[in-house]
T-cell receptor
Framework: EDQVTQSPEALRLQEGESSSLNCSYT??????LFWYRQDPGKGPEFLFT???AGEEKEKERLKATLTKKESFLHITAPKPEDSATYLC???????????FGAGTTVTVRA | ETGVTQTPRHLVMGMTNKKSLKCEQH?????MYWYKQSAKKPLELMFV???????ENNSVPSRFSPECPNSSHLFLHLHTLQPEDSALYLC??????????????FGPGTRLTVT
């Protein structure tokens, strides 16, 4: 069974204080790893898809990386508007379902 | 309208009521999903439709009944719910089901409270 574990559960940052979120996964052949951002009371918003180890993708202050066992979401010089819950999900090669982690809630203080 | 829309955004219902949640996707996708999101827990997949055919019923109680009349619309009919069914219900769509790693796009959700 596919498993996704995100850490830490919560992260409090000062504005401008860079940090990383971790997503550890086990899957029988990875089709894709997905990162989403979710604001309170809203649906998840798609950020990135990573397909193979070594791949990196960037969007503004966010950078996602992938190894064979985990993915990192790096937040560089965060701003208060980066405050949200970040979700990681994996899709196995032989399946269509996404297995989600419980998320990391990031709070950025001005 | 763009993306994935859901109505209503908030719903309070008694345990004996019958209500329906509606989802519409404006992305031209072929697959649609219902998820349940409870506090501090990962998203739980409930139902999956591909080209209007149900391909997944993830051990969901029969008090939840999905309907997909066409590839753009998805409903979740609710009846005789329990208080533990209170959660955020999310609809999502993706381009295809199996051909490639297609990201899912989510609607804003319906916050359901069962009293």
């Amino acid at each position: 069974e596919d498993q996704v574990t995100q850490s830490p559960e919560a992260l409090r940052l000062q504005e401008g204080e860079s940090s990383s979120l971790n997503c550890s996964y086990t899957v029988s052949g990875l089709r894709g790893l997905f990162w989403y951002r979710q604001d309170p009371g809203k649906g998840p918003e798609f950020l990135f898809t990573l397909y193979s180890a070594g791949e990196e993708k960037e969007k503004e202050r966010l950078k996602a990386t992938l190894t064979k066992k985990e993915s990192f979401l790096h937040i560089t010089a965060p701003k208060p508007e980066d405050s949200a819950t970040y979700l990681c999900a994996v899709q196995a090669r032989v399946d269509y379902k996404l297995s989600f982690g419980a998320g990391t809630t990031v709070t950025v203080r001005a | 309208e763009t993306g994935v829309t859901q109505t209503p955004r908030h719903l309070v219902m008694g345990m004996t009521n019958k209500k329906s949640l509606k989802c519409e996707q404006h992305l031209g996708h072929n697959a649609m999903y219902w998820y349940k999101q409870s506090a501090k827990k990962p998203l739980e997949l409930m139902f999956v439709y591909s080209l209007e055919e149900r391909v997944e019923n993830n051990s969901v109680p029969s008090r939840f009944s999905p309907e997909c009349p066409n590839s753009s619309h998805l409903f979740l009919h609710l009846h005789t719910l329990q208080p533990e069914d209170s959660a955020l219900y999310l609809c999502a769509s993706s381009q295809e089901l199996l051909a490639g790693a297609y990201e899912q796009y989510f609607g804003p959700g319906t916050r359901l409270t069962v009293t």
